[in-house]
């Protein structure tokens, strides 16, 4: 059972990665949109994302009572030493949720509209950044348990140019992960340009971001290109992920709109498997070189065998009812327009 | 501010604001419900611009709750690090139903939002209905785990080792009946009657009056029913934790001497001191009778519990006499309303009906937070009911202050901002929804 866990538990951070992932991007993108467009791309993604909005949102909540059911030790670890980072993740998550629906469902469309775009955007960077930042200190091994000042225990966990950079490479993967899904959404040729351009400007940047995590990890000695290329699976997923960039460039030039967004999630998941297949079963490194793992620590045989059924349970209800929301939802089935919408 | 106590206030302030919404996330949709169908069945459209006027109001309170939400699941961590890594594998059951039941409620509120004029209209109020009934859900599933730590059970504690635990036995607790039915019908209460207070006042101010009146008449039913049927709900919790937790309760009374014919107290000033309480009117014997159904039954004081192992008394005390004291006059409004709709009639039209309803408006929250106040702090100093305290329980790093400021300050601009969206929301209503409502003025 426990490996039907730890298997719910990496897939859910697998589409929070990909569906909150890239709607973490379309506020990213909004701040590259010049002004004139913002508005007309706002509406674009109101009606992509807007009904599957919350939903997305719901994968972080699975992966966290994954883990403080069936992992306490990790989870309170984690929340222990990378508190501040979570705080500002969490800060983040708040202002973003509350921003979207505001601008949304505000009755008044005047100035305050400015504010909540303000909020959306800015929380948008944030939130995808302080979640890169966590994600890269569980790797980076400076989670110290037996540091004795606020610094070295509080601070130096997460503050360090490794888990910045891995930070600042989630960022961009959003950006990306955003435009592939917005160019299937956009209904003029214009816009879908403006979309196909922002893509390649997130390709390029999460490019260059990719790189400096490598160049960060090797001077802050963390053997980042043994584990991505030091076995097999890593090579693979690797070779991979860039075969199906090129596809994915090259059916994007041929105007297809849904196969790029699975090529897309694709990549993501070849990133996934890459980081963290070498890890496995030990997702925490600590700084006295101790792990924790998945395989230890663990709730009672009990506690693993209700949590996995309620998982598996949980999901003949979700799955469906999911892939039918965004079935339902997708571009084209959206006939009739919400004519209050301001 | 001491680290234990930054890291209470902010627990307290994260709870407290996300018990309004999650209430109003959980209800509203019934309300929505009833006011679909009957569009869908009289075609009368101020019934769908009351749904759809509510809608609106529902997807602010459920993008506000779910974020408050994810911020509580994280914050158990961050703040009681020691207790979630032995505490989360024994009460985590409801936390991982409730992850379903929540996800579906989700996926319910986008199909009912964006659905309209899409879909089949029964399946549309279908998915509606699902969004109320995966709320409720979540909400007795969250009520269940938050009372095994009142009422810790499905594992064995020996010698500060957590065994045998048996996460189905941790869920069904002794406790969990009682707090979530409980908490369920003050859902229905609080936000019945808070709704149906906002539309009395425009009704008052004659504004919109048909769209008012039906909406007033649609929310003031659920409000005043379950306003009715929450006393008793509130005996059957006092009997169970007179039961389970003798010092919860002798602090919630104020009961300071363990002796036969015991007072029930109301109101006055809890002297610690002099272990007593000023200016309180006592009725001897009713406590007794309320718990033991016998006048002269002993019930335990807190003259029989160590120092340390007391709840705070005045906090206690106070909220619940709040509670206790706002409840009564809910089920004297209900009482009223019901005599309205059965004999006098011309009330519903009265302006001193309204106003009552009116002034209402926020009694329903308030006794709830008192509540809330009631079993948190009647619970301390244990955060685990006899197995672990709070003081052990709280996270190594210090500065919880700054944490609690900024908490505080974010969930007030938070809260200013709602109220001011509500405020536009209830003024456009002659703009957005005139064309359809010939009747508005």
């Known amino acids: 059972m426990i490996y039907v866990i730890i298997g719910f538990l990496w897939l859910s951070l697998l589409l929070y990665l990909v569906m909150g992932g890239a709607d973490f991007g379309a506020g990213i993108l909004e701040l590259f949109s010049s002004r004139a467009n913002r508005a007309r791309n706002r509406k674009i993604m109101y009606h992509a994302i807007g009904p599957i909005w919350e939903a997305n949102h719901m994968w972080l909540i699975i992966a966290i009572v994954i883990l403080f059911v069936g992992f306490p030790v990790i989870y309170s670890t984690v929340s222990t030493y990378l508190h501040i980072p979570l705080l500002i993740m969490l800060m983040g998550i708040i202002a973003r949720g509350t921003a979207f629906a505001f601008r949304n469902y505000d009755a008044v469309y005047d100035n305050m509209q400015r504010l909540y775009n303000r909020i959306f955007i800015y929380s948008s960077f944030i939130t995808p950044l302080f979640l890169g930042i966590i994600a890269g200190s569980t790797v980076s091994g400076r989670i110290d348990t037996g540091a004795h000042d606020f610094m070295s225990a509080y601070i130096y966990s997460w503050l360090n140019w490794f888990s910045v950079s891995i930070g600042l490479f989630t960022i961009a993967l959003c950006g990306f992960l955003a435009a592939i899904y917005l160019i299937g959404e956009a209904e003029e040729d214009e816009r879908r340009r403006s979309f196909i351009n922002k893509a390649k400007a997130m390709n390029i940047a999460a490019v260059v971001f990719g790189a400096n995590v490598f160049v960060a990890a090797l001077s802050e000695h963390i053997p980042l290109a043994d584990w991505v290329f030091g076995n097999a699976v890593g090579i693979t997923a690797v070779a991979a992920a860039t075969i199906s960039l090129v596809i994915l460039w090259y059916l994007i030039s041929k105007g297809k709109r849904k196969i790029i967004r699975i090529l897309a999630g694709f990549q993501v998941t070849m990133i996934l498997i890459t980081t963290t297949w070498k890890h496995y079963p030990n997702i925490v490194t600590l700084k006295n070189g101790g792990y924790l793992s998945l395989m230890d620590g663990g709730g009672s045989d009990k506690t693993m065998l209700t949590l996995g059924l309620a998982l598996l349970i949980g999901c003949v209800f979700i799955l469906p009812a999911l892939i039918y929301l965004i079935y339902s939802f997708q571009r084209g089935s959206v006939l009739v327009e919400d004519s209050e919408q301001h | ?441």
Request: hydrophobic fraction near 50%; charged fraction near 15%.
């Open chain 2, 1 to 441: 501010m001491d680290n234990l106590v930054a890291a209470r206030s902010q627990m307290a302030l994260s709870l407290g604001f996300h018990i309004i919404f999650s209430c109003i996330g959980m209800v509203m949709p019934f309300f929505m419900a009833i006011s679909h169908l009957l569009w869908l069945k009289t075609k009368d459209p101020v019934y769908k611009n009351i749904t759809k006027a509510w809608s609106k109001g529902v997807a602010i309170f459920f993008a506000t709750g779910a974020v408050s939400g994810t911020v509580l699941s994280f914050e158990l961590g961050l703040l009681w690090p020691e207790f979630m890594k032995h505490a989360g594998p024994i009460f985590g059951m409801p936390f991982s139903l409730e992850g379903t039941a929540f996800f579906i409620e989700a996926i319910a509120l986008g199909f009912f939002l964006y659905g309209w004029d899409k879909f089949n209209p029964w399946f549309h109020w279908l998915t509606g209905v699902v969004v109320g009934i995966s709320g409720i859900i979540s909400g007795i599933l969250v009520v269940a785990a938050n009372s095994w730590m009142n009422s810790p059970s499905g594992f064995d504690y020996i010698n500060g080792q957590y065994t045998n635990i048996d996460p189905m036995k941790a869920m069904f607790n002794a406790a969990w009946f009682e707090q979530a039915l409980h908490m369920s019908i003050a859902a229905f209460a609080a936000t019945g009657l808070a709704v149906a207070g906002v539309h009395a006042l425009m009704i008052v101010r004659k504004q919109s009056v048909v769209f008012h009146k039906k909406a007033f008449r649609i929310a003031a039913v659920f409000g005043v029913t379950a306003s009715i049927l929450q006393p008793f709900s509130g005996d059957l919790s006092a009997r169970d934790v007179a039961q389970r937790q003798p010092a919860k309760l002798a602090a919630m009374e104020a009961h300071f001497k363990t002796e036969p014919w015991s007072p029930l107290i109301i109101g006055g000033v809890p002297d610690m001191k002099a272990k007593k309480v000023n200016y309180a009117i006592e009725i001897p014997g009713l406590l007794s009778f309320m718990v033991y159904d016998d006048f002269k039954h002993p019930v335990k004081g807190l003259d029989q519990v160590p120092e340390k192992d007391q709840p705070p008394v005045p906090i206690t005390h106070y909220a619940f006499q709040t509670m206790v004291g706002l409840g009564m006059l809910m089920m004297a409004l209900g009482l009223l309303y019901f005599i309205a709709l059965l004999k006098k009639r011309s009330w519903f039209d009265a302006n001193w009906f309204l106003k009552l309803f009116t002034w209402a408006t926020p009694i329903g929250f308030i006794a709830v937070e008192a509540g809330w106040t009631v079993t948190e702090t009647g619970r301390q100093p244990w955060i685990i009911q006899g197995i672990m305290r709070t003081a052990d329980a709280v996270t190594p790093m210090p500065g919880i202050t700054y944490s609690f400021y900024l908490f505080t300050t974010v969930y007030l601009s938070l809260s200013c901002i709602v109220i001011f969206m509500l405020y536009r929301q209830i003024k456009m209503v002659p703009k957005l929804y005139n064309l359809s409502n010939p009747a508005a003025s």
